[in-house]
RNA sequence: GCGCGCUUAGCUCAGCGGUAGAGCAUCAGUAUCACACACUGGGGGUCGCAGGUUCAAAUCCUGCAGCGCGCACCA
């Protein structure tokens, strides 16, 4: 490091390394490696997407994890990659290619061609924030860099589809979804955000009719709505049963206004009686509730607003290609005109918007795939709700055991598989309160709707095909549920064990098997059958099988099955999932058609077996996937109520890879999440069992925000469950959100949201990182201000600064301390050097990284350059034995036992101490502050002595710093009496200055101190003494009068005093003791009152009792000889 | 409605049972030979409010208020 510039210039110096470690491979993974392992994916950014302080605050926590790691000596994979994000991502290119005019809609371009222009606009914009991680200093493995698009991912997910649909967790059906009419497509719950809205309850009047459909003069029904459009679509108005004022209308009619139309007033026990008038209007398309109700109650299903937020022919002329909003105001102009408006009332509530597209979500009726998560257990086990051994530690009385199970089930389980999956070990939440969170959400789960109408993302696996083709075998098959099957069990463990005791009690049980996929089969008897069956009045029952966590029975007529063809339950139970949960009980005919390489195709049809006792036969599962679905009753044509289940007519193929001629694949994508979850293990080359997989999975580390927790952290772990066996990570740390010095979210409008990269370009990526952490406490939000970046920069330049200082002594790095030349302040340094690693320690621990930060900059700055570099000033400027402090006669042998030496050996021993603490700083600071520490480590000549890989090449793999032990401690000489002494010693030099200052002498002007010591100090210590207060000299007297323009002050190493010599401003010197003296007394009678306390003395530790009685001494010292300069300054 | 978090100096936060701390800002002084991206010194807080436990409470408990977040939701 020669010609070492004033101020530390970032830039050059972070390309220059950045670009060493990429060609140098420090930044690859081994998986051959011998070392532990730790192992980190990076929550993949939008390929599209650009650096933001979300990004900086993120990647800047695991790139300060990976290095740490390295520097333990760890095997350290950073595992980065892209996400395609299908909504963001289509969205932006629909807009730009619609603003360079090359469509209008991308129907005009058909998919294809479509997407040509986005994989072309990832080409061009995707390597942009992997450019920008790189700019920041991140020292991810880029030779393992994913995108979620990648063929090899894609067969990952397709794959996954396949699987899950094969365990019958995937299904399609058509219900009401979250539609989002801007995107033009269906949302997961996840997706939709509540927003608090201003809006009205319009009251609404409709006519009622007689029994020969006239209207009754003057008679109406009032309905409240916040959503008048939807009325266009109503279907009835629904009251409560119980509801006295409206029983005797349930039965008879109203007139729709607008639509001219009766509709039926219905009661049901939706309704509360208590809320507005009493009547709810039923707009069975528009309403998740109302939907229900419509099901219920066999209501038609009218649709008024199409999938574009735009009214349908449906809504009549009038209203009929109107967008939404528009028909509001025009239905509520019209009923007013109609004087069928009886009043509007303003009205606040929660109306649910597109996290995407900002719009209001339209709950709309669809067919779409849905996956009933698997592994929720398990993900729900793992994760510690408490700091200590938590829920289940996989080896105690774990939930998800066998041995909860039945004998007999767990007596037919094959061998080495005795048991259900155990968690082999335990997750933790930092900050631990997300546990909580996670864990509500996991309980109250329901299915998730995967299928997007996007172009853009992974398109469903699933190929359909018209009938006609050969049909090998067919079977005629009715499925019923098994209807006093008890069911009030949350989990499938606990589904599986009433099922079984159900059937057991009973009699019913043929015969349980193991399903590798599902868990259990169980075959029912014949006589469990019959009993199922009576209530359908179907007889010729020949065998069944329940599947216990749909809780519901599958049972084959007409042809007899002398083996269980786990294949065809399995597809029945699916099918019959995908009709259950329309509430319908249903007879299904399954069409099965084998092909000539085996495959086989199951399509049905599927109609509404009549109920013998007329009751309704749904009934709802108590574990989550049909839980809210209603159940009907008998005599409705399937068909008429659900159109097209499962696309009428057509086969179904669902496998990875596209099928022979004549099949045409689903149009819809998967959810972008669907591939996000798999992230852990299908970068590390999954479903092959890879060197990497083997090597780092589960990771280590996730460093994500919350506001993805159920998005991707607990899908993650469903996953990592399911497909791996084991959690994927071990760790998750939730970063705050990053937010403006006023509180606010960053957000592209406000231009509240500073670039990044403007920012390392100004001040260096080093001063961000460390600026931002700074700021950044575990969990909290974090309010940026760009001042914390100056905090950084200033930081940098002071690290650089001191070690210029250290170049600027000259001769080699002292590797040797000898500890018999220690002075009091090096072994004070080393001390402080030894508890700041401790501490710095301790919060990687504990990931409080601004903890780290916070003892990194107090004892880099205020400890060892205010404090050390300054004192070492003394031996390192040479005089101090040729020149020393004016002594009044105390002789000085050495207090701190220095041994006699040459200035030069002091002089080099003091070095040896500087590089020692530089060369251990570096490390400590290396995790945060990469590029300026390798260009220093480098630059100090620290590579020397060390071992290749140790720290011989870079700092990288420099072995992290330990603390002394009690043995180091003992050969240096570091004890408390020295820390103590030298405290004493930097508590007189404060004093001291402050003297100064109070005599309101300037910093620059050398002043005259006098000393009168308590203790014996050595010499060096006088020059230190002399240097920091900037004295002209230090008199040592043991007999100093004082006087009377002498400001003083007293410290535990004696009386200091600052002879003005008449100069002083007796009147401020005054004023200046009295204010003290005041203080003193306070602080006297403040302890004095505990000391008085009988039941202090009695009660506090004797230690507390000490402390105070030493404190109480001092403060009397320090008020007698404040009292006596006073009297000295008035006599 | 349920749950979670926060409330300490002008600002951002640390402290979580025994003398109220840091950084920034502010005021005063300083071009001294590592650093003015610096140095020196000062001022500034009844630790949201009210109870309780304790010899002792910013710190533990209870209640209340304000702010923020998450979940649920009746038109």
Redesign the pocket.
Known sequence: MSEIP???EPQAVEDKWYAFWEKEGCFTANPASPKSTYAIVIPPPNVTGMLHMGHVLNNTIQDILARKARMDGKEVLWLPGTDHAGIATQAVVEKTLRKEGKMRHRDDLGREKFLEHVWAWKEKHGGIIIQQLKKLGCSCDWSRLRFTMDPEYSRCVQRVFVELYKKGLIYRGKRMVNWDPAARTALS??EV??VETKGHLWHLKYPRLDAAGQPIPDQFVV?????PETMLGDEAVAVNPKDERYTKLVGTKVRLPLQDKPIPIIADE???????T?C??VTPAHD??DYAMGTRHQLPFTVVIGPDGKMTPEAGDRFAGLDRTEARKAVVEHLEKLGLLLKVEDYV??VGHSQRSGVPIEPRLSEQWFLRYPAVAQARACVLQDGGTGLSSGTGDSPVKAGNLPSELADKLPAGTGQWPVPPSNMRFHPQ?WA??YD??LT?IQDWCISRQLWWGHRIPVWYNQPGLALLNQKNVVVVELDEAPIPHTTVREAREAAWEFLEARGWLNKAFRNLDTGYDFLVTQSGLKHAFSHAGVENVIAATVLPDLIRTAIFVGETWHEPRIPEIKRVLQLFAALRFEGALVAVKITVKEYQDGSRVYDHEAEKIKASDGQSLGRRSADGVLRDQPTSDAGVPLRQLIPDVNREGAFTRVQENQPGKGWEQDPDVLDTWFSSWLWPFATMGWPEHTDTLKKFYPTTDLVTGPDII?FWVARMIMAGYEFMGDLPFRNVYFTGIIRD?Q?RKMSKSLGNSPDPLELIAKYGADALRFGTMR?A?LG??V?FDE?DVE?G??F???LW??C??RQ?QGGEVQAEIVPALLTSDDKWILLKLSQAIEEITAAFADYKF??AT?TL??FF??EY??WY??ASKAILSGNSQSEPAQSGGVDHPQPDGLAPATPEARKANTLAVIDFVLSHTLRLFHPFLPHITEELWHGMGYTDDMPEDQGGKTILFAPWPKPFDADEKAHYGLDDATLTFVNAKYDLI?QG??L??AGNL???KKVRYALKPTVELSPLDLEVIKLLLHAETLEVNAAFPGGKGTPTCRTALGDLFLPLEGLVDVAAETARLSKELEKIEA?IAKVETKLN?P??NQ???AK?LA?HQQ?LAEWQSKRDHARNALALLQG
């Open positions: 004033k101020a530390y719950d996840e955000e509540m309905v409240a709505t916040t959503r939706f309704v509360d009686p208590q809320f507005g009493g709810v209007k998740p509730n509530h929660n309160r909580k969170v509500h959400w109250n159920f010095k509180g700021s406490p909290q939000d309010l001042k905090l920069r200033n940098c330049n002071k600064n001191a210029r200082f600027m601004n903890e916070a900059y107090r700055w205020s350059c205010d570099v300054e404060s200055r402050n100064r200052r300037p910093g620059n602080e306390n039941n202090f009660k506090a530790p507390v402390e404190r």
